[in-house]
């Protein structure tokens, strides 16, 4: 992320349009400006400015598809920031059934940029350092029999520029989850497999396929009560 003043970055997310813009892009993907500007209820062309600031401020950046162009955060530290500012809006008093049951869904699965957040995010850490698959000992790092399971699961473990593994404080639990490419990875298969879904913005839907997988990573759903959640 560009290095720029405080204020600056207070200005940049200031505007209701910019910060629900970029609230929107909190999911991970990919979006046009016509789908940012219907999420934010704007014109295009006003969406189109504010995409600009955002690109300028360095929290996003353009991708390009053949013809069709794209908007995405720009780096996983851009995601945090968001994610932890967030939670100033997430944890006002909610005003209705709709909006209750939203904050539990939130609170309970969703997606942080690229990777599980919330109680079961929390619950992934538990259990892959309860089970032998991660080791702290050392900093937080993969273990033999870490890989062999993952492995297992078909989630690809790769070396590359991003960390392998890292905490990163969930907002809603005060407590650690996973972040890094490895966590990518593994909600990229999950989604694949269809052993969460997608259920709105942000929120995780863990579906029933999801208890033998996750049961493997040391997660318990049903002690999590995952058939409870509304």
């Not at 295009?44 to 908007?71: I, N, P």
């Not at 945090?80 to 500012?85: G, P």
């Amino acid at each position: 992320m560009e290095t720029i003043a405080l204020a600056e970055v207070a200005a940049v997310l200031a505007d209701p349009s910019r910060a629900t813009m970029c609230l929107a892009l909190l999911d991970g993907r990919a979006w046009t400006v016509g789908e940012l500007a219907k999420a934010a209820g704007i014109a295009l062309s006003t969406a189109s400015e504010h995409v600009t600031r955002l690109v300028d401020a360095g929290f996003v950046v353009r991708v390009k598809q053949g013809r069709a162009s794209y908007v995405r955060i720009a780096d996983p530290r851009v995601a945090e920031l968001i994610e932890h500012l967030a939670q100033h809006a997430e944890h006002r008093p909610v005003t209705g059934l709709k909006s209750s049951l939203r904050v539990k869904r939130l609170e309970f699965a969703r997606t942080c940029y690229d990777h599980l957040a919330g109680v079961l995010g929390v619950a992934v850490r538990d259990g892959m350092l309860a089970t032998g698959l991660l080791d702290t000992a050392g900093g937080l790092t993969l273990t033999g029999r870490g890989r062999e399971v993952l492995a297992g699961l078909g989630v690809p473990v790769a070396a590359g520029r991003r960390p392998l593994l890292r905490d990163c404080l969930d907002w809603t639990e005060r407590r650690d989850h996973l972040a890094g490419a490895l966590p990518a990875a593994l909600l990229d298969r999950a989604v694949e497999a269809g052993w969460v879904a997608r259920d709105g913005h942000r929120a995780v839907k863990v579906r029933p396929s999801a208890a033998q997988p996750f049961a493997a990573l040391g997660v318990d759903l049903d002690a999590l009560g995952v058939a409870a959640r509304p």
